[in-house]
């Protein structure tokens, strides 16, 4: 797959997940709780992705291929565990601010693993980025908010940060070989296991709310488990970590639209200019100056 087509994936899986908050928004304004939300969209993720893993190409998975798989899902899960902690503690402009920090942090983690210094562009991708997220997230809006005295849910986002990057740099470095359904099916139940376990959601004991919340599991498990980590799936293994989660900033983009256009949220205009920072830090790693050819003498 061609590095462009391979970001475009990726552009994809992570506008996704932007829109899945709105979707989220939409199960609490119905009344449903964190664990009833979080529980029907890997539960519902799972069972759509086995569906479709029926009726497509599939391998016999290792040992390994079972704990790295399930261990990706793991991350995935706890980026949602760690960014709920983080939202019920600060204002949701700190809290995105700060799961946004998975930019540099996933710059970082290929710069370790690769053990060189990442290149300019993608440098300045970062620094645009972090511009851009200061102002698309409306954290001016948070300007009496006191950072020491709500250092746990700074820390919360944080963790959601380091746990979304780490998720981004293993999803194309693990099981290269699984089918991409079978691959994805696999990463999504490791996320249902912690989930499961963490929220212990009502469903378990009244699986008469499963069918109750089905349109609703339709709908937050395609755009919250599904197509993320399908798209991902795709596209990560072809390109590197870091401009992977360069295109990972795609999310809040999207999800600032999807606000806009689903909830019918304002959208003030310094987010507008945050957006468009951030679509400049994402198009940045895909232009590389070429050498000047030089011209050919004649007479």
């Known amino acids: ?17 932007g829109i899945h908050a709105s979707v989220v928004k939409l199960g609490f304004d119905e009344g449903y709780s964190v664990s009833e939300v979080t529980g029907v969209q890997y539960l519902f993720g799972v069972a ?27 991350l995935l899960s706890m980026t949602g565990i760690f960014y709920g902690l983080s939202l019920h503690a600060v204002p949701a402009s700190i809290a995105v601010v700060m799961l946004f920090q998975f930019t540099w942090i996933g710059v970082l983690i ?16 970062v620094l645009f980025l972090w511009m851009g997220t200061l102002l698309a997230g409306g954290i001016g809006s948070s300007s009496g908010f006191r950072w020491m005295e709500n250092s ?23 099981a290269k070989e699984v089918p991409t359904i079978q691959k994805s099916m696999m990463i999504t139940l490791g996320g249902l296991l912690v989930v499961l376990i963490a929220f212990r959601p009502a469903f378990l004991t009244e699986p008469v709310q499963i ?8 709908l ?22 870091s401009l992977s989660t ?28 945050g957006i468009l920072l951030i679509l400049i830090g994402i198009a940045i790693p895909q232009f590389h100056i070429r050498p ?8």
């Not at 086995?50 to 190409?57: G, I, N, Q, R, Y």
């Not at 700074?154 to 780490?166: C, D, E, P, S, V």
């Not at 937050?220 to 970590?241: N, R």
Request: net charge positive; charged share 10%; glycine share 8%.
């Open 292 to 299: 000047t050819q030089p011209r050919k003498q004649y007479g």
């Open 246 to 273: 360069i295109m990972g900033a795609a999310e809040l983009p999207a999800a600032i639209l999807a606000a806009m256009w689903i909830l019918q949220e304002q959208v003030l205009p310094l987010q507008f200019i």
């Open 1 to 17: 797959m061609k590095p462009l087509n391979a970001s475009l994936c990726v552009l994809i899986g992570a506008s996704s997940y």
């Open 110 to 125: 290929e710069s370790i693993y690769m053990k060189k210094l990442p290149s300019n562009n993608k440098l300045v991708s």
């Open 220 to 241: 937050v498990g395609i755009f919250g488990s599904i197509l993320p980590v399908v798209f991902f799936a795709i596209g990560t293994p072809h390109i590197d970590s």
């Open 48 to 74: 759509m992705l086995f569906l479709a893993f029926l009726f497509t190409k599939k391998i016999n998975l290792s040992k390994k291929h079972w704990i790295s798989l399930l261990g990706v899902g793991v």
């Open 211 to 218: 069918v109750e919340m089905a349109d609703f599991g339709f």
């Open 152 to 174: 746990m849910g700074i820390l919360f986002g944080f963790f959601a940060a380091i746990t979304f990057a780490l998720f981004i740099f293993f999803s194309g470095k693990v």
